[in-house]
Each structure stands twice: as structure tokens, then as C-alpha cells.
């Protein structure tokens, strides 16, 4: 192929990148995907894409896995307070045409969501994601949200202003293209339409600014769909449904409906085979929304030809429009429960096909009562495990909704009574008769957060004692991981029995409300962990994000929440900010000594601490880990933990199997240098010599 630019790259390469070669005349370069430097693009050679220097021979790492993608350069940076920074996601040509002084970003920080259609993966991204986590997971000031080092620049404003894109992957082809580069032309129209403001009435939504990241797709017959988030006035959840048909490379249109959030689409298969295509909407605040929105499980009854047709869902921003989708869950579900992060089918044991679902705890579960204290709010429920009745013939739908049963809750394992609740569950999986799951603490907007939420003067009271770091740290929690016997989740559910606890804490420390200080005491279930503390040993392990049985194996990643941390701490610069809506950078000389009195240094301090004293010290560095149950009666295996010998992947985002392959998607706390961005990596059993 030739070097390709597109009409942006090509205004900005003819103002930019040229050399004067005397007051008249202006010579133009141009790199080829060889190297070759011309003064004319159509003096590039031409390759086949058989050639061997297209990107389809994989590249092999120190572990059983070679690095499969990449994802691509879209913007030419220059600092981080400039105006100067050029974001063109379109331009497949970056690395060949920055302008002097430029170096190139990635911002693609991680495949949200994620499906395939035959070989090819479509994947929705969220954009430099790990640039706000420092704020609003671990308490950093918002004077050092805006910094600068060799791996990565960010800022609050430059963040929120970078819009996600959808992108699809061939990794035997080595296509890597972002889905404007997809679409006809017609098509291509029609999905910018979808980014531009649109006046409802009184008030126009600045859609492209705050659709932020597409965070699950799914595919039927030729369509894939895909759900970004979005605000509505005064902070109401909006999920806006985008639909293509991946035959014709087209776009078919969107609507929106009333929503927080969703985590998957999934196919269903009743006994009998018959398929149906569901997703699961729910309460959250994590992307600022009100956590007004509903629970509920939808089944989508359009047609290929006609995929908004039909529902009891609708779009009101599109007066009342059909969106192709109905309400198939028991209206119990919709206001007493919080999102469903993870839900898979399984075949039970009496042979019915069932859900198995982590709820997170409904945003509401406390209230304000008198003052500024707060009050439990009766009927709505914590974290739990949900098991669903059995698939009905023909799936569930109104007629036959998804009714459940909780399993398990999260004041079961974790005796602080006041923060568990802000706890979550994370990925789940099943392997040989056996239902594995794991927890998610998202750092400060857990257990920390919670606890000021249910009360705020015992939590003054306790850091007035204790002091503000020892509260972080005992409201921390890394992740643990559990599992349970298919054919006991009822008497689980009854309370007959318990899940089996692999890795987690065997006690905890928890506040004593007399005496205002912590004291250490057993977990609820009174087990010791099998295999191992909680986090695999690291406390930054806070994550359970993706999981896959494939093969009689269990392969589980994690997410790191410090693995950027070592960097933003010891070399990035801070001192000068950008805060919304304030034009001009505010200095900020004393950034140093603000971050080594920070929760972050707190954090990392105790971490080194925790993992000196388990002799792991050693693997206190950058990168994410994932490990593999080889088998039930074995404890996880390290597989990296490194991520993937790239300091830049702090965890594995999603997993697809496509052709018989498994392909990891991480996640980066960078976006400069040649280790940022999204990546793939494909397991090669053959490598994995144990």
C-alpha cells in the first residue's frame, strides 16, 4: 500500500512540516511505510497486502503470547497546555507525518466493548481513561491531574475533550481502521450526524463531548450494536444504541434510551436452541450520571431490515420513537438492584439453562435522613450474586420475564459494615461444575466513599484518631476471588453453605464505632483463603476484569491500579494546570511536595510494605497481570504479570475468541511513546511450557 493522508493530515502537513528552501519556494517530504522519503506521495512504492512488512506475522514476547495489534497513533501532540495539539483519529499516516517538534499519541486507553463478526473484532474504546482514575479513585488533588512524562500527558479538560471512536480489527489480515474509515459514504454522514448538536426544544446536546467511550457491543445475524454513555439534563443516564451492518460496512442509525449503563449484549440459547439477544441495563453513577436510571433486562425483537421496530422501550428525546427493544425482567429487578456487571448462561445442574449474574450495590442503598448523616435505604439491595430462573422455550420475554434469586452477598466475606456496600463484583466464569468470581474495589469510590456516605462524623472521628492515611489504607481492598459448586448455588442462596474463598483476606481491618479506631478481625465466612491473599499478593490488584474458560482452563485478568502511579509520583511533571473552564494554566510550584503527601504516595508506601513482607517486592513494578487456572484443583499460574513485558499495560481489558484463538485486550495508563495505546496479545498454547 501507499502512504495514505487524509484531507485534515494534509492541511496540517502542508502548514506544518515543510522545509523552506528560499524565500519563494516550499519543498514538501513524504515517508512511505518502507521509510522512504519522496517529495511526492504517488512515488511510493505499492505493497500487496501478502507483503511482509504489513503487520499480519505477529510479534513474539518473553511469555506464552505474541503482540497481535496495536493500536494506531491519532493525534500529534506537542504539550499538554498547547492549543497546537492536532487529534485525527481518520489518519492511518501519523507516525510518518508529525510536524517537527510533534510526537505521536495514542489515545485509546482500552477495548470497552467489544464482539465479533466472522473474523473481524469490533470494539468500541474509552479514551485515556487512566488520566482522571488518580483523582477519582485514589484522591489525588486536582492540582495534579494535569502532568506530563516520557509515557503519557493529561489533563482534565484534555480528557473529557477526546471523543471515543469504534474501531475493527482483522488480525489475520493485520486491518486496523476506525470505523469512519469503514463506513460509505452515505453512511459516514449519517453516523457524524449522531456527534453533532441536536436541538430538542429548548436545550442543544453537545453530543461528540459527552458520549463518553462505547461500553458494550454485540452482534446478530449482521448487525452490531454498540451502547456509548451519555448525560441528559440534570444528570439523568441516557444510553445511546448505534447499529451497523457489518456485511455492507454501513450504518443503520441509533436511539436512545433511558439508562446508566450496560456491560453486555449477549445471544441466549433456550434448551430447545432457539436464540434471542439481550442486554442488561442499570443504575450507576460512575460516568456522573444521577443513578436514576432502571434495572432492567431488554430483548431486542426488531429485524435485520428493521432493527428499531417493535419494544416497549422508547426513545423520548425522538418523540416516543420505537427503539426495537422490550422490558423482559420482573419489575421487582428495576429499582432495587444496581448494574449487572457480568452475566453469563450456564446449564445447571437439573439441566435448565440459567444466568449467573454480579450486581453491583444500588447507588441509592443509603439516603440522606436527618442533617448530613445518612440512613440505609430499605428494599434496595447491596452487592450481590444473582441467579436467574430457567431460560424459558423461546427465551425470556414480557410475557415470560427473568425473575432471580441472590446467592450471595458482599456483607457475607467483608465485615466493615459501613463500606462493604460500596464494594463490587467483577468478571465471573464457569470451569468444570465450578462458578468462579471475583471483586471489584474501585479504589476511593469504594469502600472510602461509601463510608462517608453512611457516616460522615464517625469517619472525621476516625481520621481525627487514626489520622487520614491509615483510613485509606484499611478501606482499601484488593480483589478476592471466589467459587462455588453449580449444584450448590441454591443451598448458597439459603445460606446452607458457602463459596469456597481461593484468594482474599483471611481477617480485615474494620472501625470499632466505640472506640473510633480499627481492629483487625476474621472475614464472615471464617475461611482462610486456599490458594493465596487477595490481589494475587498486590494490594494495587483491585480488579477482577476479564475472564474466559477455554479448553479446560480458566484464564483471569487483572486490573492494576498502581501501575501508573509509579510514574505520575517519581518523574511526571505537574506544574501547570488546566482546570475546566478556566482557559490559561494555573501554576503550581509545589507539586512535588503535594504529591509525596498524597493518598497515591499513602497507597504505594503501604503496597511496598505488604508485598516486602509476602517476599513479592520484586514484582512491585508497571503491568498488569493475568493468570491461568489450569484446572479445579490447582491454584492460578502466573502467565505475566508484567503486562505482557509492556510497563505501559496496567491490566486485560476484554478476551475474544475468534477462529479458535484467544486474543487479550489491555488496558494503558500511557498515551506517548512507542509502549501506549491498546494492545493484543495471542495466546500461543504451544509457548506456554508451565
Known sequence: MKTRMTTVAAMILASLTMTACNDTETEYVYVCDDGTEVSNPDSCPITDPSDPTD???????????????????????????????????????????????????RTAAYPWGTTTYGQELWFGTIAQGWCVWPYQNI??????????????????????????????????TGEQEVIQNVLDEESLKEYLKAFTPRNYGSDAEPQ?????????????????????????????????????????????????????????????????????????????????QNGNGPTQMLRWVGTQDAPFAGGDVTDDRLQGAETGWEVVSDASFAMTHGMIGDWRQFTHTDGTE????????????????????????????????????????GGFTAANPMEFTEIFNMNRYDPAE?????????????????????????????????????????????IAREGAEAFQVNEWRASSIFRMK????EAIGEGKKDPELLYGYETMNIVDKETASYKSVPNLLGQKPLYGEAGMGNPGNVYSWTSISKDGKLFWGFFDAF?????????????????????????????????????????????????????????????????????????????????FGNLCSNGVRNVVDINDKLYFGTSTWCNLSDKAGLEFYQYKPELDKK
Request: glycine residues 10%; hydrophobic residues 35%; charged residues 20%.
Open 139 to 172: 484522591g489525588m488533588d486536582l492540582m495534579t491531574t494535569t502532568y506530563e512524562s516520557e509515557y503519557t500527558a493529561c489533563s482534565v479538560p484534555n480528557t473529557t475533550g477526546t471523543p471515543s471512536q469504534f474501531y475493527l480489527y482483522d488480525f489475520e
Open 208 to 288: 461528540l463531548a459527552n458520549t463518553f467511550g462505547f461500553r458494550a457491543s454485540g452482534t446478530v445475524g449482521d448487525l452490531v450494536f454498540t451502547a456509548g454513555h451519555y448525560k441528559n439534563i440534570g444528570g439523568e443516564g441516557r444510553l445511546r444504541l448505534f447499529v451497523f451492518n457489518a456485511k455492507e460496512r454501513s450504518f443503520v442509525g441509533y436511539r436512545d434510551i433511558i439508562g446508566d449503563t450496560t456491560r453486555r449484549f449477549r445471544t441466549l440459547t433456550d434448551a430447545k436452541g432457539n436464540d434471542g439477544f439481550y442486554t442488561i441495563i442499570g443504575s450507576e453513577t460512575g460516568m456522573t
Open 563 to 643: 501501575s501508573g502511579m509509579h510514574d505520575l509520583l517519581n518523574n511526571a511533571y505537574a506544574g501547570d494546570v488546566m482546570i475546566p473552564g478556566v482557559p490559561m494554566p494555573i501554576p503550581n510550584p509545589d507539586y512535588k511536595d503535594m504529591m509525596k503527601n498524597s493518598p497515591g504516595q499513602w497507597m504505594m508506601d503501604h503496597t511496598k510494605e505488604v508485598m516486602t513482607a509476602n517476599g513479592t517486592l520484586d514484582d512491585f513494578t508497571p503491568g498488569g497481570d493475568l493468570v491461568v487456572f489450569d484446572d479445579v484443583n490447582s491454584p492460578a499460574r502466573v502467565l505475566t504479570k508484567d503486562g
Open 418 to 462: 459501613l463500606a462493604s456496600w460500596g464494594h463490587k463484583w467483577g468478571t465471573s466464569a464457569i470451569l468444570d461444575g465450578y462458578v468462579y468470581f471475583g471483586t471489584y474495589h474501585q479504589g476511593n469510590d469504594a469502600g472510602y466513599k461509601h463510608f462517608e456516605k453512611a457516616a460522615p462524623q464517625l469517619m472525621a472521628d476516625v
Open 486 to 489: 453449580l449444584a450448590d448455588l
Open 354 to 393: 440459567r444466568l449467573i449474574m454480579s450486581s453491583a450495590a444500588h447507588p441509592h442503598v443509603y439516603k440522606y435522613g436527618n442533617g448530613e448523616e445518612q440512613v440505609r435505604n430499605p428494599g434496595i439491595s447491596e452487592s450481590v450474586i444473582l441467579l436467574s430462573n430457567p431460560i424459558p422455550e
Open 55 to 105: 503487520p499480519v506475522v505477529p510479534t513474539p514476547i518473553d511469555a506464552p503470547f505474541v503482540l497481535a495489534a496495536q493500536t494506531k497513533i491519532d493525534e500529534a501532540y506537542i504539550g499538554i497546555t498547547s492549543s497546537g495539539n492536532m487529534y485525527d483519529p481518520t489518519n492511518n499516516d501519523w507516525a510518518n507525518m508529525l510536524p517537527p517538534g510533534y510526537e505521536g499519541k
